[in-house]
């Protein structure tokens, strides 16, 4: 009896020795799998990281983790539905964790789902309140359901939290400014880039935001910090063309110039110098109207938008040559997106070659895609659109505009023709 009560303690030990170096073994396997798992996703191998996840999640199917992480894989991997239900599972398995909810958040952020992303966010937060980065992204999922009042309060909250904290003060500023405070909006930015000088889209804003005030130096000011942090081409168009609009045109022309020379295949820079070449040469001067037509006719080619067309029309209709004009500009009517202009002048210089049907047919045009407040619209052009609808027969256009000339010259006799003549 008792040899057989020994054998029977020796095996029940034996066979708990026995499942204990199982368990150990489990484990161990499945530290070493969740490891490689890792170690793939650091070499950005997401294929063999859901591998070893899966193994490791088929050894412990209650693991946290091993789901935590191979939903991360499924994201990276960009398939949303998988990580998804990988990541409801983490949540499920331990509901005080945060990094399921934030990962949950993310998911349906990228698939647009912004309000199942805002509540993943926001039961993150539940669980831990002090996360900028949390309410900055239920800020910018906020913004992205066109609620920016809810945005600003959130990132209020993130900036207080953490003062440096660069993107929160942009986004902030981008808010700031949908909701028409766009002052308080420039001090967001300008915090933002005075933390991370290197914020390209806060200049960016910034830049547009001065526009707006009608403050030229200091758009400026941001544009040259551009240039210098993102040399582009199209950066020094952009500040080049601000010197412009501050009435800086010969630093302007230089800026271009210089811009020309370090991007001489960039056929943008050559009409943005022909077009503040132009600017300098309306009080006659030849010598600059030859240096604008030089410009443009370096940039345009036969794949040239509608706004170089216009221009080189322009200049060449400044210069006198009407023909070449008018075939400039009767290209640039017919690339899209269309400059307007285009058919403004093109009625021009129809006008002077006395091809009265191609002027009339294309101030007509002109008319329907331009704002009725452009400055185009003097009592001279506004007279002779009214006798453009007249001879097309549509004569509640004729009789309108021919009023609204006699509102800006109440002399002007053509105008007072058309008004009898429809009389």
Known sequence: MRR???????????????????????????VELIDRGDAALGRDDSFDAIEAFTVAISLKPDSMAGHLKRGEAYRRRGEFDSALRDLRRAAELDPLATQPRELLGDVNYALGRYVDAVEHYSQYLDLDDRSPRLLYKVALSSFQLGEPKTAIASLRTAVAMEPRFAEGHYLLGICLRETGQTND???????????????????????????????????????????????RASREVSLGLGYARGGQLDRAVMRLGTAAERFPDDGATYVALGR???????????????????????????????????????????????????????????????????FFYLAEVAERRGQTQVAERALIDFAALEHADSPHFDARVLARLAAAYLHSGNLAAARQNAERALLKDPSHAGARVILLRLQ
Request: glycine share 6%; hydrophobic share 50%.
């Open 185 to 231: 909006a420039a001090k967001a930015l300008l915090r933002a880039v005075a933390i991370q000088p290197a914020l390209l889209q806060a200049r960016e804003e910034l830049a547009d935001i001065y526009a707006k005030l009608g403050r030229p130096e200091e758009r400026a000011s941001q544009l040259e910090a551009l240039a210098a942090l993102d040399p």
């Open 276 to 342: 503040v070449w132009m600017e300098r040469a309306a009080g006659g001067n030849r010598i600059e109207l030859n240096k604008a037509l030089r410009a443009l006719e370096t940039a345009v080619g036969n794949s040239s938008n509608s706004e170089a067309l216009t221009l080189l029309g322009r200049a060449l209709l400044m210069s006198g040559d009407l023909r070449r004009a008018q075939d400039a500009l009767q290209r640039a009517t017919n690339r899209f997106p269309v400059d307007p202009e285009s």
């Open 4 to 30: 057989l009560a020994g054998l029977v303690l020796f095996l029940m030990v034996g066979a708990g020795v026995l499942f204990a170096l199982t368990v150990t073994r489990r484990e161990s396997a499945y």
